[in-house]
């Protein structure tokens, strides 16, 4: 079993960074896939971006450009760099792991983008 742990969500102004973290409690580099998705109030969970253990990358057309999506294996962290910020990026992040068949969620921490 993985527990996954986010930080580092909160309330920006529209055009500023965060930066999400999410801690795994094994090693990250036994698990396939990393990832982050969000859902806003009233709609559907969305993939945001997505790292294999050999680092490739993917992220939604919406964020692509703006986020980036890295990992520490030394620190079991997966982070989401966000910049230029839009009030329609306001949602609950949550961290995923993808490993054998199973899949391992965070409790997700809050984005907050408004004026």
């Known amino acids: 079993q993985v527990q996954l742990v986010e930080s580092g969500g909160g309330l920006v102004q529209p055009g500023g960074s965060l930066r999400l973290s999410c801690a795994a409690s094994?090693?990250?580099?036994?698990?396939?896939?990393m990832g982050w998705y969000r859902q806003a109030p009233g709609k559907q969970r969305e993939l945001v971006a997505t790292i294999v253990s050999g680092g490739t990358t993917n992220y939604a057309d919406s964020v692509k450009g703006r986020f980036t999506i890295s990992r520490d294996s030394a620190k079991n962290t997966v982070y989401l760099q966000m910049n230029s910020l839009k009030p329609e990026d306001t949602a609950v992040y949550s961290c995923?792991?993808?490993?054998?068949?199973?899949?391992?969620w965070g409790q997700g921490t809050q984005v907050t983008v408004s004026s």
């Open positions: 995923s792991a993808h490993k054998g068949i199973f899949t391992y």
């Open positions: 094994t090693s990250i580099d036994s698990i396939t896939i």
